[in-house]
């Protein structure tokens, strides 16, 4: 079975640009999670969907925004890029189903200049 | 109440010893404690993880100890080899599927 699939790896915008990364879950697999990593703050949660609707939502601000297609696909949006905004993105699937393990992508790399 | 404290932030062992990590929680809303381990230009990826309903889960030379009074939990790695050599992140399960994590411990097991 495939893992979980980031595009692109990595990715350099400048401020002000806005940005787009995609999340193919492991197949069969309808629930997406999407995390920042960042070596001051850590992991932490942006947003789930499930089936196509967004359940759950961290403390970021709107310039971050996703969504779920009917595939289970997944894609995030960060608008008007920060310097703070470089990190690695990282998707994790689930089943969807309680007590499940998520799997983790290799994340996707952005720089803002 | 969302956080997951961990600790030590680094860790230095002998091949051969053994790695404890520790973690900390107040929310008890908390469903599941899985622990991701994590290597360079890597997504975690799961070790081991346990309900609040088990005091102890044990895969391989990983073992979860789990204090449900005291909100705590810590991971224990027995025979560590350099190949264990990773950044090690413990996290607690929140509403859905939402996980938070502890700041994460870098381990160097000397050979």
């Known amino acids: 079975k495939a893992g979980v699939t980031q595009t692109p790896r990595y990715l350099i915008k400048t401020r002000g640009q806005q940005v787009t990364l995609s999340c193919s879950p492991i197949?069969?697999?309808?629930?997406v999670s999407w995390y920042q990593q960042t070596p001051g703050q850590g992991l932490q949660f942006l947003f789930e969907y499930f089936s196509e609707t967004q359940r759950n939502k961290g403390n970021f601000p709107g310039r971050f925004s996703g969504r779920q297609f009917s595939n289970s696909r997944s894609e995030m949006n960060v608008s008007t890029l920060e310097l703070g905004d470089s990190a690695l993105y990282l998707c994790?699937?689930?089943?969807?189903?309680?007590?499940?393990?998520?799997?983790f992508g290799p994340g996707t790399r952005l720089l803002v200049l | 109440q969302q956080q997951v404290k961990q600790s030590p932030q680094s860790l230095i062992v002998q091949k051969g010893g053994i790695s404890i990590i520790n973690c900390a929680y107040e929310?008890?809303?908390?469903?599941?404690f899985p622990w991701y381990q994590q290597f360079p230009g890597k997504g975690p990826a799961l070790l081991i993880a346990?309900?609040?309903?088990?005091s102890e889960k044990k895969e391989g030379r990983f073992t979860i100890s789990f204090n449900k009074s005291a909100k705590q939990f810590s991971l224990h790695i027995m025979d560590s080899q350099p190949g264990d050599s990773a950044t090690y992140f413990c996290?607690?399960?929140?509403?859905?599927?939402?996980?938070?994590f502890g700041a994460g411990t870098i381990l160097r097991v000397k050979s």
């Open positions: 994790a699937s689930t089943s969807g189903s309680s007590q499940e393990t998520q799997y």
């Open positions: 197949s069969g697999h309808r629930s």
């Open positions: 996290a607690a399960r929140g509403y859905g599927n939402k996980l938070v």
């Open positions: 346990i309900r609040p309903d088990v």
């Open positions: 929310n008890t809303a908390f469903d599941y």
